[in-house]
């Protein structure tokens, strides 16, 4: 394998296109993503294989659901004039690596991985799970290493997943060139190792709980405000937030056990203001829970505004054949470069991107 890495380091992270991106993927990681643009040579995969894993019979919405996932890139600001965007099922490389890396970790060490334990129980998959569902946790070390990043931006949820890809890289390092199992993570590259040992870069907030107050806000778990939610959505989808407990406005209350106040902490800018709602909540000083509300759901607004607008431009009629034609342009792009390195006797492997039909 040759090297294409440029003097930036590089990022790596993705997203599955099981549905639109939310407020947990803004604060978990596309925050970072929007903000080391120019710092990183980034690479932004759509996860579409992996979206097979529970949806195989919806070949068609994985399809719609990915053209909504750039379209929710676009509107928070990755811009593919200084990121690369990549459809995983266009790079061949990243199915053979996820075959020879799956016989370099064992099957149970996937499988007590505390996140796909969550996922199989929160998505009530029970017993009923494809063959190919775990292999994912595989697969997304091969999505990582594939295009040998230095950091991964994710929520905490996937740091299990990159302890995972970092064992995988070491063991390929060890075993394949001749990397010493002593050497420190640092030094795998310099040493002839194939593949850095990647860290993980954890979000602001690495965990959102969703609007259930309980479960994280999660894409296929009915409990998250979307990034292309409209006021009116947000509006109701925050009113209908339990609050954790049962109280009058002039009865003290935890703002710790309302999940409402997490996104006071996280979304309202004016950190007084919200010191001053707790203080308030814990006298139980005439505050109702729609007191609370009403200023997270303005700044939850204020936040999603730009994005909407942004968004509005792919809307419009012929806004999926736009966002097919920023794929492609990476395509082309990438493809110029390929030729370029290749004329200079420096080729590039197997990065190819999506020629949609
Ligand atoms: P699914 O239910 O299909 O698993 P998801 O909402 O968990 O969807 P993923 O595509 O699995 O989303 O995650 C994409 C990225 O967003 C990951 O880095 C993940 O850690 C991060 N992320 C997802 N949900 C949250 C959340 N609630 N808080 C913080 N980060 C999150
Ligand atoms: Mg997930």
Redesign the pocket.
Known sequence: MTSDKTSKRRIL?G??P?GRL?L??Y???LENRVRLQDEYDCYFLLANMHAFTTRADKAAEIRQDTIEIVKDWLAVGIDPERSTIVLQTEVPAIAELTWYFAMLVPFNRIMRNPTLKT?IESKGLGDKYSFGFPMYAVGQCADILAFRPDLVP??V??VAHIEVCREIARRFNQTYCKVDTQADDSEHEKLGGVFPIPEALV?R????VGTDGKE??????NNAIFLSDTPKQVKKKINAIYPGQSRDPDQPGDPDINPVFDYADIFIKDEALVADLKDRYRRGDNLGDGHVKAPVIEAVNELLEPMRARRAEFEKPGGDDAVIDIIRARHQARQRRRRADARDGQGVDGVELWHAE
Do not use: A
């Not at 907030?205 to 959102?208: A, P, S």
């Open positions: 992270t997203d599955t099981t939310h947990g993927h604060v978990g990681s996922e994710v929520g949820d996937q979000g907030v690495g965990r959102l994280k806000m999660s894409k296929s778990l």
